[in-house]
């Protein structure tokens, strides 16, 4: 059997059972085969329709909220709300909710949504689609375009933020989380090795620079924000630590060679990121084999005057997400520990390079 996807076929094969008594073994496998089938056809049908289209390049990009593809698409929110529903129930996109917002993405990427049922069809149409469609086409290339300054737009009410808040960055966080239980823990699990190289991955004010440099061979803390390297300059500098550096960089671009650290620490930074799994992807590369990463942050939460006051991308993260993102950069996860005792809840997981 094939279906026609634009001037493509999709061929759908299946074997033919031969005799057999187990009736009713063979009526199940015609059934699963009928369901994968309408899955298939749902998908097809959802997916054949220009906004969907690009509401579907569009979610391969990034993860988008309705307000972000109204941006993009110039539609209504009620058009643009029924296509994502459609695209939901066809199995191409999946949604998950945060407090009062709702994030779309493409079917597969990362791990699938805590109870929700994956439809391999739609995964694989999904990126069927995408891989068969023309990006560089006028309609693509603008959406493209539109979503960039969108994206850059919010980054740079970030920086913003970041340097209007740096003196006091430090206050702020411990009114949010138990900052004390977490540098115990940072010093207990990193130092409970010899670490020969350290990447600081959003290193802030330098903090945890300032921590673990008098027991660690060296240490580089990395930042995208000049006004916190400042601080964390001048506070390495105070604290006579000539071990520890601090550089501006894109924690999704390190200007690192492959297998460089021993140990990464990535202290409450990648609910900031856009693509927190490609943080991880690029953490992966830079580490030796048998490096450590220690990653600390949000437990996902439904605070979102927090979320907003603070400028977080994310409310944070579960458990489950977080450990396909490791797995899938082939890391290994050892521990996941939970530190409470501020307004927010934090975990810590320690991952291993295999």
């Known amino acids: 059997m094939a279906i026609e996807c634009g001037r493509k076929r999709l061929a759908l094969s299946r074997k033919t059972p031969g005799p057999t008594n187990r009736t009713g073994e063979n009526r199940g496998r015609h059934q699963s085969w009928v369901v994968v ?41 009620s058009r643009v709300s029924r296509h994502l529903k459609i695209l939901v129930e066809a199995g191409l996109l999946e949604r998950y909710q945060e407090g009062q917002w709702a994030r779309y993405r493409l079917a597969g990427q990362g791990s699938a949504i805590p109870g929700q049922d994956s439809n391999k069809a739609g995964i694989s149409l999904a990126r069927y689609i995408l891989q068969n469609i023309d990006m560089m086409s006028p309609v693509f290339r603008r959406d493209h375009e539109i979503l960039t300054r969108r994206m850059d737009a919010r980054q740079q009410r970030i920086q913003q933020f970041f340097r209007e808040n740096a003196p006091k960055w430090e206050e702020m966080r411990a009114e949010l989380v138990n900052q004390s239980a977490i540098d115990a823990h940072i010093r207990d699990v990193l130092l409970a090795k010899p670490v020969k190289h350290l990447l600081d991955v959003g290193t802030g004010t330098g903090k945890a620079l300032l921590e673990l440099g008098p027991s660690i061979g060296a240490g580089i803390g990395i930042d995208n924000s000049f006004a916190m390297l400042d601080i964390a300059r001048n506070n390495i500098e105070e604290s006579n630590l000539n071990n520890c550096q601090v550089r501006h960089a894109d924690m999704t671009q390190m200007p690192y060679e492959a297998e460089t650290f021993d140990t990464a ?83 810590a997981t320690l991952a291993v390079k295999g």
């Open 37 to 77: 089938v309408d899955l298939l056809l749902q998908a097809l049908r959802a997916a054949g329709e220009q906004t969907r289209l690009r509401i579907l390049a569009l979610c391969a990009q990034h993860e988008l909220s309705v307000t972000d593809l109204i941006q993009v698409l110039g539609q209504t929110q």
């Open 265 to 347: 620490l990535v202290h409450m930074v990648l609910h900031y990121s856009e693509t927190p799994a490609l943080v991880i992807t690029e953490i992966a590369r830079v580490l030796t084999k048998g490096g450590r990463v220690l990653i600390i942050d949000l437990v996902r939460h439904d605070n979102t005057e927090i979320r907003t006051a603070l400028q977080h991308l994310w409310p944070g993260f579960d458990k489950e997400e977080m450990q396909d993102w490791l797995t899938q950069a082939g890391l290994t996860v050892e521990d996941t520990t939970e530190l409470n005792g501020g307004k927010l809840k934090v975990f």
